[in-house]
């Protein structure tokens, strides 16, 4: 069992292009819980030195407010990772980012070699997109408990590649890839984001992905763009009724006449000691996010 750790908002994590400078600069002033700062696939391999520049001296700029801060890098077998992780390396530990995030990570073996890297007091975030880490999900998992691995993004567009699947509404050849990551990063108390919706010019097919990725038990979901942003937390944000019906449910169950009572029937419903509890996390996520307004 992990301790129980501070809830962050993580119903948003922007994708922003570490070769363009504007949209470095644009994140500052969007709506995002987490903007990742990417140096891998947004970025061609000629401006791999460039990103890894512009990404640096963003973070060392700071004005990103209660933004989480992520960066991803280039794996570390390809020309480009271990310079990021340099580079990351020299920020003042105050411009460190909160997280790093790194691509095509398989193995256990691969993130003691992150955890060796990366700046001190920064987590570990990893990408799950091949079916090697599907397969290890557990034992990716379970280093949590040895290292400063706190969270699991599945790369869907990677997965579905490396699959032969099509990624068609519904995701049905992806369910037991995502349902099982999940299961593996409720275990060992890890933040899990959902992969990226790539149609931007559907938002039906967003909000609807958006409202099947927070059913299943995403924190959030990774965005490739600005406009997704409001569709994506009124999906992954508790709405006003579901705090008022938390508030009821954990009041209901501190009242005095209610002491050591397990079952209670609150507006016509049986409700546990279990409920309980999931309403005391909805109203801590709604504070959560409050707080960062």
Not at 68 to 93: F, H, K, M, S
Not at 201 to 222: I, Y
Not at 235 to 259: C, D, L, M, T, Y
């Amino acid at each position: 069992m992990t301790s129980k750790k501070t809830i962050r908002p993580r119903r948003s994590a922007l994708y922003m292009p570490g070769a363009n400078a504007r949209a470095l600069e644009k994140a500052r002033t969007l709506d995002a819980d987490c903007l990742l700062l990417d140096l891998e696939d947004a970025v061609a391999p000629e401006a791999k030195a460039e990103a890894r520049a512009q990404v640096c001296a963003a973070l060392a700029a700071g004005g990103y407010g209660t933004r989480e801060r992520i960066v991803r890098i280039n794996a570390l077998d390809t020309p480009w990772g271990v310079d990021d992780l340099a580079a990351l390396q020299n920020l003042p530990e105050a411009n460190s980012p909160d997280a790093v995030l790194a691509p095509k990570v398989s193995t256990p073996e691969q993130i003691a070699s992150l955890q060796k890297a990366i700046p001190s007091g920064c987590d570990l975030w990893i990408m799950i997109e091949t079916p090697q880490s599907i397969f290890n999900l557990p034992a990716l998992a379970a280093c949590a408990q040895t290292t400063r691995l706190t969270g699991f993004v599945m790369g869907t567009n990677d997965l579905a590649k490396e699959m032969r699947a099509n990624l068609v509404p519904g995701r049905a050849p992806m369910m037991s890839a995502l349902t099982l990551a999940v299961l593996a990063a409720r275990q060992y108390g890890l933040t899990i984001l959902d992969g990226v919706y790539n149609h931007i010019s559907d938002p039906q097919g967003f909000a609807a992905e958006c409202q099947q990725g927070a059913d299943m038990g995403f924190e959030g979901k990774t965005l490739i763009h600005p406009s997704q942003l409001d569709l994506c937390h009124e999906a992954f944000g508790p709405s006003a009724a579901e705090v008022e019906q938390a508030r009821k449910i954990v009041a209901a169950f501190a009242a005095p006449e209610n002491a050591g009572k397990g079952v209670l029937k609150i507006e016509g419903q049986m409700t546990e000691l279990l409920h309980r509890d999931i309403a005391a996390r909805t109203l801590e996520i709604a504070q959560a996010i409050a707080s960062r307004s």
